[in-house]
């Protein structure tokens, strides 16, 4: 298990370093002037050399990119450029917002996906697995920002449960409040989570039937267990390595996703951080905004990993033999 986390965890590492050579080189590199890019082009030769020093393009690219990666590693970030803020303090102050949505889309989708996904394997070309597969079908041709629009319409225009967009802030003090915040934040979640539950419901469908055709399980009913018995105690664990690959993409499609949903019901997160940014031309803040979605996608996929070794030791004693 040591051996096979320590692989794991070097390849996290090369992955964080690739991706950040990626992400320097797209918004560094490519052809043009970031600093005539921010400041239009009626800039004067001045006021060019001037944000050019502020942000370090008068130093050779490599040296650039060792002082940003040797900030990013010290946990000291650029100086927005719009802002005037740390870009590490505005991203902390919008994760707020985004991390517990995708959290509260993640468990929604979780929850529904395996009920449905267990239901529908167990009632194979029956009636219910023909409505569960239909209304994943639906779930996955329904784009999240036009059922998004609809519910908005549906529940803060028709019957006014909650407002239409707006984040009112988890402190009392900010007009906002627990509840107010969780509240404000269920119809984003509703909204992210519809596709995603599509996925993983097919999904686990596909693995749980996949597993009821093994030897092990024809065993067990032997042996005397029920059908509910052997799909609980037996079946689900061996189905879950599928499963927690898609959901581990998933969580990371949840976070990057929500940069479309936050701003259809207009949400203060990364979504709208980074939108801004780009509006305003704060390339500063769109390299560590990309930065930091890329490093979870992949801190995610590495406890995806973790977790395989923990429910299927096959995987590493497989490892453990290479």
């Not at 909204?191 to 055709?213: G, K």
């Not at 390595?241 to 976070?255: D, S």
């Amino acid at each position: 298990m040591p051996l096979f986390i320590l692989r794991r965890l070097l390849s996290f590492v090369l992955s964080l370093l690739a991706t950040s050579l990626v992400v320097f080189a797209v918004l560094e590199l490519l052809p043009g002037n970031a600093a005539q890019v921010i400041l239009g082009e009626t800039a004067t030769a001045q006021s060019l050399a001037a944000m050019e020093e502020k942000l370090g393009l008068n130093m050779p690219a490599p040296e650039r990119y060792a002082h940003w990666l040797g900030g990013l590693l010290k946990g000291q970030t650029g100086m927005s450029i719009s802002y005037e803020t740390p870009t590490a303090q505005l991203i902390a102050e919008r994760l707020q917002v985004t991390l517990p949505l995708a959290v509260m889309a993640m468990g929604l989708t979780v929850a529904l996906a395996l009920a449905m996904g267990i239901y529908a394997a167990s009632k194979q070309n029956k009636a219910g697995d023909m409505g569960v597969m239909a209304l994943s079908q639906l779930g996955l041709a329904v784009p999240n920002f036009w059922f998004a629009i609809l519910l908005i319409l549906l529940f803060a225009v028709q019957l006014e449960w909650v407002s239409a967009g707006g984040f009112p802030g988890w402190s009392e003090e900010d007009g906002g409040g627990l509840w107010q915040a969780v509240k404000a934040l269920v119809l984003p979640a509703v909204a992210l989570a519809a596709v995603q539950t599509a996925i993983l419901t097919r999904v686990t469908r596909s693995a749980v039937l996949d597993t009821l055709r093994e030897d092990f399980v024809r065993t067990a009913r032997a042996k005397g267990l029920s059908r509910r018995q052997v799909l609980w105690g037996h079946v689900l664990r061996n189905a879950m390595v599928p499963v927690l690959t898609v959901m581990g993409l998933q969580f990371g499609n949840l976070i990057t996703g929500a940069i479309v949903i936050e701003n259809v019901f207009v949400l203060p997160g990364i979504g709208r951080l980074i939108f801004q940014a780009i509006a305003n031309r704060d390339l500063i803040v769109v390299r560590d905004v990309v930065m930091l979605l890329a490093a979870m996608v992949i801190v995610i996929n590495f406890c995806i990993d973790v977790l395989y070794a923990w429910i299927d030791p096959r995987i590493k004693l497989g490892h453990a033999g290479t």
